[in-house]
């Protein structure tokens, strides 16, 4: 059973050690390849690549672009490149994983590089003149695949403002991105801003950096610092005693993100000393939009938790904050439903559902499953998961209220929930082989099957929304499709995540290839990069 306690993730952080992948009995394999740009295929000299498992070996690539390692012991490695100006997957030094066989000689290993760019542009204050010392970030959403909101921020670029304001970030990798300008700290007037000078992140306006390009912002004005605050009054509904400290161990996230995901919030929230005793907590947001309040603990009542989310505009807000024992429960059952509209249980479905937070647990025998120690609060489905190939979730409903729980959430309360799940066997397939703009084999590309219409409603991202890597022949399969309305598309160099923002996806609009999948349908298709 998966169940993370919200903050737990956030609030601490855990170090995985590098393990050494197994090496196979038999002669060594042998790779070599090429390192290119992946606008124009050209070869890229001097490029270093690292073969790592986990000792590394380092070589740079020649005029041609190309690159070998010899005499390597059978195992899997991890690959990873770098050049100054250049970026793989979106970022610097990302990897990719290879498996060599005994004696295997794998060649034609193709590296795509995508260019990096600049971005540039100056902060006024609330008073239109330019502002020394703002701080800005150029950064992307992050997104996992198991919630609709951003698990946090991922910040490629950051800089000062000069004695004009002015600013220029470089080496910014290929993508679209949001802008954040924050006030220096000696700024009591200004406040913070998404270009082109919104509060609300809904009406920021994204840009685009492309590969060996400047790209040149409108000025930015700052807009009047706000001063309303967020405060919190805890209310114990344990049955037992809260630390004194408690309002200090309530942490704030931003956007609604994933609270147990969530990475750091960029100044975008300012803790301050309660004013009144009666204020457990006290914050100062930079922007308006939502904000989630949460803890978690042991104490003499138990694991205890608090969550809360709080729709800010600007303006005071007070808030009570519930702290209570994870005692909420969720039951239900998976029935694999046959051609002829009979269901029978179905054993060793893990059912996930995601909210204050993460909780699964897996169907027995009888079909039958509980979800023990949640919190009460507003829930999700997000997916199921250890089913047999090409099984899929074709409903999940809850009984009492007869919800749609694939549109709707699910509420945990006193009174305990109960779901049924349906499954179905014929999930569709769908494979073939991804080239780039010269017809090569482009192995290593990222291919995206993206929902269309009525899918994309779905709260089972994972299940909807489906990305593998093509291999070293540039084949790639997808399988357990559930059926509908589909785009795909490839690209040989992708941020991880990336489908899933909306300012990212907007971009390609109807650039996909369309595809519909029938139950139990196995398409085959060619699909081309979209590098440009």
């Known amino acids: 059973m998966r169940a993370v306690l919200l903050g737990v993730l956030a609030l601490s952080a855990t170090v995985a050690a590098r393990q050494r992948s197994p090496v196979l009995p038999g002669p060594p394999a042998s790779l070599s390849g090429y390192v290119l740009e992946a606008n124009t295929g050209n070869p890229i000299k001097g490029a270093e690549i690292t073969i790592d498992n986990p000792s590394s070996t380092r070589v740079k690539s020649e005029a041609d672009g190309r690159f070998g390692f010899e005499s390597l012991p059978p195992a899997t490695y991890t690959i990873t490149v770098s050049k100054g100006g250049y970026v793989l997957n979106g ?260 059912i996930e559902f995601h909210g204050a937070s993460a909780e699964s647990n897996f169907s027995g025998k009888d079909g039958g499953f509980n979800i023990n120690g949640v919190l009460n609060g507003n829930y999700r489905f997000s997916g199921a998961f250890e089913m047999p190939r090409g099984y899929y979730v074709s409903s999940i409903r809850e009984r009492e209220r007869d919800l749609d729980l694939l549109k709707e959430g699910l509420m945990v309360s006193s009174v305990t929930p109960e779901v049924d799940v349906r499954v179905r066997s014929d999930g569709g397939l769908a494979g073939g082989k991804v080239t780039d703009s010269r017809g090569r084999v482009a192995s290593g590309a990222t291919v995206a099957l993206v929902p269309k219409s009525l899918l994309q409603d779905r709260t089972d991202r994972i299940n909807t929304y489906r990305v593998v890597q093509s291999d070293s022949s540039g084949m790639f399969e997808l399988h357990d499709i559930i059926p509908g309305e589909y785009r795909i598309y490839a690209w040989s160099d992708l941020p991880e995540g990336a489908v899933m923002d909306p300012w990212f996806i907007q971009r390609y609009g109807g650039k996909g290839l369309p595809v519909r999948v029938e139950p139990g349908s196995k398409l085959k298709m060619d699909v081309g990069v979209l590098d440009d």
């Open 91 to 350: 970022v610097r030094f990302s990897g990719r994983q290879v498996t060599l066989a005994p004696g295997e000689k794998l060649t034609d290993f193709i590296l795509r590089m995508q260019g990096t760019g600049t971005v540039s542009g100056r902060i006024l204050d609330s008073n239109g003149r330019p502002l020394p010392q703002a701080y800005v970030n150029i950064f992307r959403f992050a997104y996992q695949d198991v919630q609709r909101e951003p698990s946090g921020m991922q910040i490629v670029g950051s800089r000062n403002t000069d004695d004009r304001g002015e600013f220029r970030v470089f080496d910014v990798p290929f993508g679209i991105y949001l802008v954040l300008a924050n006030p220096p700290a000696s700024s009591s007037t200004s406040g913070s801003a998404l270009y082109p000078g919104e509060r609300e992140v809904g009406r920021a306006q994204s840009i685009e950096v492309r590969a060996g390009e400047e790209t040149r912002l409108h000025d930015l004005n700052l807009p009047v610092a706000m001063r309303g605050a967020i405060r919190l009054h805890v209310v114990n509904a344990t049955g037992g005693s809260l630390p004194q400290d408690l309002g200090t161990r309530i942490a704030a996230v931003p956007f609604g993100w994933d609270v147990t995901n969530s990475s750091s919030t960029m100044g975008l929230i300012k803790y301050g000393t309660p004013p009144m005793r009666t204020v457990d907590r006290e914050v100062w947001p930079s922007l308006v939009g939502p904000y989630v309040f949460y803890t978690a603990m042991q104490t003499s009542a138990g694991n205890v938790a608090g969550y809360v989310k709080v729709d800010y505009s600007g303006a005071d807000v007070d808030v009570d904050f519930v702290v209570a024992k994870l005692d909420g429960q969720i039951k239900g059952r998976v029935l694999l439903e046959s051609g002829n509209g009979s269901a029978q249980p179905l054993a060793g479905a893990e």
